[in-house]
Structures are given as C-alpha cells and as structure tokens.
C-alpha cells in the first residue's frame, strides 16, 4: 500500500489531516464479533498509506476501542506514531449490561472522561476532543469551556462537536475556536446540507463524515438476505427492516450501474461523492479490515465528473432513503435533528 498524498484541513483551526479518517468503533464494538489481530493491522495499514486521522470513542465497548487504537498506536513504527492524530468522543452514560443511559456534559465530567482516555490510549493528548451528543441538562458553553481548559493545560489539542445543530455549533464557536464537526453524511444522509452545512461553512467550522457507506448498507455488500450476528446495531436499525431494506438496496443497485461505467466498486464512488461535497469535509471509514481499507482509499482515486454528479444526483436523490437513520429513541437524543 503506497502513502497518499491526499490531506484536507480540519476547519480554519484544526490541524492538517488525511482526506480519509479511520472510524475505529466497528473494531470493538456494534457489528458483531471483530478479528483483533486483523483490527490492529488494519490501523497499522491504514498508517502506513497515509491515514492520520483515526476516531475514537471512549464509550466504544466501554474502553476496549480506546485501548485497541492505543495497542496499534503503541505496537506502529515510531514515524507513523508521531503523524497519528485521534480523535475522541466522550459523554456517553453505560450501565454495565450495555445499556445507554444518558449523556453527561458536566465540565467536571469531561476532565473525569479525559483522564480516562489519556490514560486507556496511552497518549500525553488528544488531538481533536467531542461530546457525542448534546447533554440537554448541560450548556454546551460550559462542555466547550471545560474542553478549552484542557486545551489550556496540553491535555487536548482542539475541541470538536458531535451532531450538533446549527444553534449550538454557533454557541459553541462563540466560546472557543472549534476544528470540526463530526456529523452523519452520505448519499442517503443529507440533512446536514439544510441548514448546518452552511453554518459550519460560515464559521470556518470543518466535517468529518462519518456513516459515508450508512453502516455498509451503501457498499454494495450488504445484501437483501444477508442476515446479522447478535448484538449488531443494524438488526434494529430502521434503514435495514423489511420493505425499507428493500428499497434502499434498489437505491445501490442504481449507484452500482455508476460504479461499473466508472470502473469503481460501489463504496468507492459513494464515498467519493461525499469528497466531491467540498474540501472542508473529511469522511471517515469504518473499515475493519485490510480489504475494506484497501477497497475504501481506492475511492481518493476516482474523480466524479459534472456527468457523474447529475447521474448520481438522480439514481440516488436527496431524501430517497426510507427509514431513518437511527431508531426512535436514540433520534431523540439528536440535537442535529432538531
């Protein structure tokens, strides 16, 4: 795998990064059993090709996410060590079945979360700090605060936010300089376009996209009779149920008659549309393997022209996908939906 020269920079504070980021949470967490051994050389292959931006979260199978990144960070040749940056979401209340309970913003909590994290990656900071969800008891002035405190003492380099709306992300920024917003994005999730997008773009405030593929239903490899392992977040996931599975998939099949005219696989012309979207937006891939990686970073390669875009636009339009992108409850907790 040869080193990309691709990079985009993380809003007009954050730092440079890889124009791919590495979603890590599939390692340890929601899809079903993980190899480890392929997890970690899937980090050190990712590094190795130019990847910089790995995201975390530390409520990923209660820790075990934050310690694989920090094993595979440990365990890389030292260069490559040094150019990782990692991202970390923090906030998220577990009981000790798995169950979620809740969000806290506190900013005595966050330097608690923090704490914990430096401690689980074995890192002396961490790049880029997020809620992962808007604590509604909480103003996001004081989360914001407590991470620039941070910031202040060396522990964190840059603050960032989590699917927020365009009224917080505003409130946020008139606190302290943001980097990014970490939001869903892709082809069959677009409503950041409405009114966040603009307003990100208007602060200087950066993206990284996560949920590119929408949890591979958009890979082109999920199929209509596939069927998932327990404890796999996509079984209750109203985009995978019954007759919305099935109209969504016909969706892919459009995108793959693209894909084919343009030589590339499915997933990487669904992720190279969300590249396409701007220079201010990072999409992070979920990969869990080499071969996904490998598969993923191909889409650096594939240019969509004016033609692409208008065919795409029509194969898969805005607001096409049926069911939404995650289940009632957790909707609930979205301050981006609001």
């Given amino acids: 795998m040869t080193t990309t020269p691709h990079t985009r920079n993380l809003g007009t504070t954050g730092p440079r990064v890889s124009a791919l980021g590495l979603g890590c949470m ?61 991202s970390v979401k923090f906030g998220a209340l577990r009981d000790p079945e ?47 605060g407590a991470i620039a405190e941070l910031i202040e003492k060396g522990y964190v380099r840059h603050v960032g936010l989590s699917e927020v709306g365009a009224e917080t992300i505003r409130r946020a920024a008139a606190t302290a300089p943001v980097s ?23 602060l200087g405030i950066g993206i990284t996209a996560y949920g590119v593929l929408s949890r591979g239903l958009i890979s082109g490899h999920f199929t209509r009779d596939r069927q998932l392992a327990a404890g796999d977040f996509r079984a209750h996931s109203p985009r995978f149920q019954g007759e919305n599975l099935q109209h969504n998939l016909n969706l892919v099949d459009a995108l793959r008659e693209i894909a ?18 701007g220079e201010d937006i990072v999409p992070l891939v979920g990969a869990r393997t080499r071969e996904r990686l490998t598969e993923s970073l191909g889409a650096l390669d594939v240019t969509l022209d004016a033609a692409d ?8 339009p805005a607001d096409a996908a049926a069911g939404d992108r995650y289940p009632r409850a957790q909707m609930a907790h979205l301050d981006s939906e609001r």
Wanted: overall charge negative; charged content about 25%; glycine content about 8%.
């Fill in 309 to 316: 875009l208008a065919a795409i636009e029509k194969a898969v």
């Fill in 260 to 277: 084919d005219r343009k030589g590339a696989t499915v997933a990487q012309t669904a992720i190279a549309w969300v590249l396409s979207r």
């Fill in 26 to 86: 599939g390692m340890s967490a929601l899809y079903g059993d993980a190899d480890r051994a392929e997890s970690l050389a899937t980090v050190h292959a990712a590094l190795e090709a130019g990847v910089t931006l790995l995201d975390t979260g530390d409520f990923y199978a209660m820790g075990h996410n934050e310690m694989l990144v920090g094993e595979a960070l440990r365990t890389a040749p030292a260069a490559l060590r040094e150019q990782a940056l990692v």
């Fill in 98 to 144: 798995g169950n979620w309970s809740g969000y806290d913003g506190r900013p005595a909590a966050v330097k608690n979360f923090a704490a914990y994290s430096l401690q689980r990656l074995g890192v002396d900071h961490i790049d880029v700090y997020r809620i992962a969800r808007l604590d509604p008891d909480v103003p996001i002035e004081e989360t914001v």
């Fill in 180 to 202: 990014d917003l970490q939001i869903e994005y892709s082809l069959i999730s677009r409503g950041i376009e409405r009114d966040i997008l603009p307003t990100t773009r208007e």
